[in-house]
């Protein structure tokens, strides 16, 4: 399954490969737009992600990637436009209530819980999961017991997936940087998601470990049946893994369509590079 | 490669806690109640149990929660009325045994109930907010307090807190006993709820507000919660406070005793409570064995502050906090690798 490119299929909203069109699309975003006072951040945003999607999000630097991020996280609001996730509309949800509606992100910039244990940030992120009381925790009440041991168990085989469960007592700061960016991706698994955001996952990693996150990033998808969109600026790992992709520039979509389209497409060309004509500094 | 690390079970670890947390409390107790020490140092053993509580409590909200209350002392000043005006209206020191000991309880639970009612409705707007909108809102809330305590006499046409003449004539209930029972509840409460899926949301708004919300935490929620329970237990340090001195001035509860409780938890670090009981402990002993240079306590403890940032700017003892299970699991482990090695 791994490498066999799925087709993409036309679907009301988008496209989404072929063995997704069965079941309705996981994530949609429809006329999305936000305006920072009279600043257009992204305009007309229009995407559509299938149950087992590998999404890519390109585009040069402030196309608005981050920005369209943090609208389907409901950390902004969008001003146009409106977010379905599993068909409902998340108009006016906090940003936990996204979370548990099914979408967990990673960040660009890390934000990891740096001076709690390993464990304990993909503890956190099982807030939802386990929902024993506050008197059942001061009591030490049998659910307490049950309900951390069991989550101390899912932690640590999250923490497998990445061959990191003999880390769980380090301090989250003091892990090395490619790490760092793998615990976020295991945090945001433990919230049980249903669409992952990664955020630039390989930024700062070497090919080697870009290989690797590529594998695990397709582990992932077939082992939680999860869709996952991604932010990437390395042009292996997005043209390797992603489905379907969609280019951003200057918050508007540009092109969408396969590796292959995106690729041989002369807007995206253009965007990336410039104009062929008077291109003569270049 | 595997290393089989000892553990000590979980119940051991319990009972080897109880045992010794009941040693500590029944037989220091009947060492200060058998005329062990003076009755001066059993009041000063006092004011330093309410001091823990105070600090204890602070760092719930300052080292836990990562937020600046400045107004702690107003918590402990609303404690301290609900307790001292339910202590007379039900009139403690004329009851005898059982009822002796439910109004004391009572007292303390109610005073802790008033503060965190009123820790709700401080936190509720303060904490929707980012940044330090918090510490200005409680130090205007505990200026709020002494004043309006210093200038209303009557409560609903009842005359209960006296104003600037203060509240007087208060049971004075507090013992050495009751605010050890006290301290120890405080610190245990606290740290079981530390050590639960709550105190983790609460570690990690610390660390990231942004990331904890987007793995599901709800941050207003637990905010909230963090500020409130601190609020509770100064209300009932503030409740032990009214039994102990048995009469309350408003001017007490100024903004200069927030700091003071403020410097104890930076003292000792934030987000360690075995930090904050020790220089809870070492700022109230301090004083009382310098007495002769009183005048200049706050000119010492500004210097304590000024040293500490330059040189450990995270306090004592940092983070750090003291596990007695973790020290006998070493040993147990250091036991058994020199064995190996023997």
């Known amino acids: ?282 | 490669m595997k290393q089989t690390v000892k553990r000590i079970p979980m119940p051991v670890r319990y009972l080897i806690n109880t045992v010794l947390i009941a040693l500590l409390v029944f037989g220091s107790t009947a060492y200060v109640n058998g005329g062990g020490v003076s009755g001066y140092i059993t009041k000063v053993l006092m004011v330093i149990g309410i001091n823990i509580i105070l600090a204890v409590s602070l760092n719930v909200a300052t080292g836990y929660l990562g937020q600046l209350p400045l107004g702690h002392a107003g918590f402990m000043a609303v404690g301290a009325y609900t307790g001292g005006i339910f202590l007379k209206a039900v009139n403690a020191s004329e009851l005898g045994g059982a009822g002796y000991a439910a109004a004391i309880a009572a007292a303390l639970v109610l005073s802790g109930l008033v503060a965190a009612f009123f820790g709700i409705i401080i936190g509720v707007p303060a904490l929707r907010l980012r940044g330090d909108y918090l510490a200005i809102i409680t130090l205007g809330f505990g200026e709020i307090i002494r004043v309006v305590l210093t200038n209303i006499d009557d409560l609903l046409g009842f005359k209960l807190t006296y104003g600037a003449s203060g509240l007087k004539r208060i049971p004075k209930i507090t013992s050495y006993f009751n605010v050890l029972v006290c301290v120890v509840l405080t610190c245990l409460v606290i740290h079981l709820i530390m050590k639960s899926r709550h105190g983790r949301a609460i570690l990690a708004i610390r660390e990231n507000e942004i990331a904890a919300e987007s793995c599901g935490v709800r941050t207003t929620y637990y905010k909230v919660m963090a500020f409130t329970l601190s609020a509770f237990f100064a209300g009932v340090a503030g409740c032990l406070y009214a039994g102990y001195l048995g009469s309350l001035q408003p001017t007490t509860f100024g903004f200069m005793k927030s700091i003071e409780i403020l410097v104890m938890v930076v003292l000792g670090g934030m987000g360690s409570m075995l930090g904050s009981i020790l220089s809870a402990i070492t700022l109230t002993a301090l004083p009382e064995a310098l007495r002769a240079f009183e005048d200049y306590r706050m000119v010492a403890y500004s210097l304590v502050l000024v040293l500490v940032m330059i040189f450990k700017p995270t306090g004592l003892m940092g983070q750090y906090d003291f596990s007695l299970s973790r020290i006998l699991e070493k040993l147990l482990n250091l036991g058994k690798k020199s064995k190996k090695e023997g």
Not at chain 1, 152 to 168: D, N, T
């Open chain 1, 1 to 282: 399954m791994a490498d066999k490119k799925e087709k993409l299929v036309a679907v009301e909203g988008g496209v989404i490969p072929e063995r997704d069109a069965g079941t309705p699309p996981v994530l949609e975003a429809r006329h999305l737009g936000i305006d920072f006072g009279g600043l257009t951040a992204v305009d007309d945003f229009n995407f559509i992600i299938g149950k087992t999607e590998i999404g890519g999000l390109i585009g040069p630097n402030g196309a608005g990637k981050t920005t369209i991020f943090n609208l389907l996280t409901n950390v902004y609001q969008p001003t146009r436009g409106k977010i379905l996730v599993n068909g409902v509309d998340t108009r006016g949800k906090k940003t936990y209530e996204v979370n548990r509606m099914g979408i967990a992100r990673t960040f660009q910039n890390i934000r990891l819980f740096k001076a709690l244990p390993v464990l304990d940030n993909v503890l956190v992120g099982m807030q939802g999961a386990s929902g024993y009381h506050m008197g059942a925790a001061v009591l030490r009440l049998p659910v307490y017991w049950k309900q951390e041991k069991d989550a101390r168990e899912k932690a640590l085989e999250l923490l497998s997936i990445f061959g990191m469960e003999h880390l769980a007592d380090t301090p989250a700061g003091s892990l090395p940087y490619g790490a760092q960016r793998r615990l976020e991706i295991v945090r945001a698994l433990a919230t049980d998601p249903k669409v992952l955001l990664l955020d630039e996952p390989a930024a700062g990693m070497n090919p080697s470990e870009t290989a690797e996150l590529m594998e695990n990033i397709r582990k992932i998808r077939d082992e939680f049946e999860i869709a996952v969109v991604l932010i990437e600026h390395d042009m292996n790992l997005v043209m390797g893994i992603c489905e379907g992709i969609a280019v951003l520039n200057y918050g508007q979509i540009i092109a969408k369509g396969t590796p292959e389209e995106i690729r041989n497409n002369p807007l995206v060309i253009e965007a990336y590079l410039g104009r062929k004509e008077g291109a003569a500094g270049c």
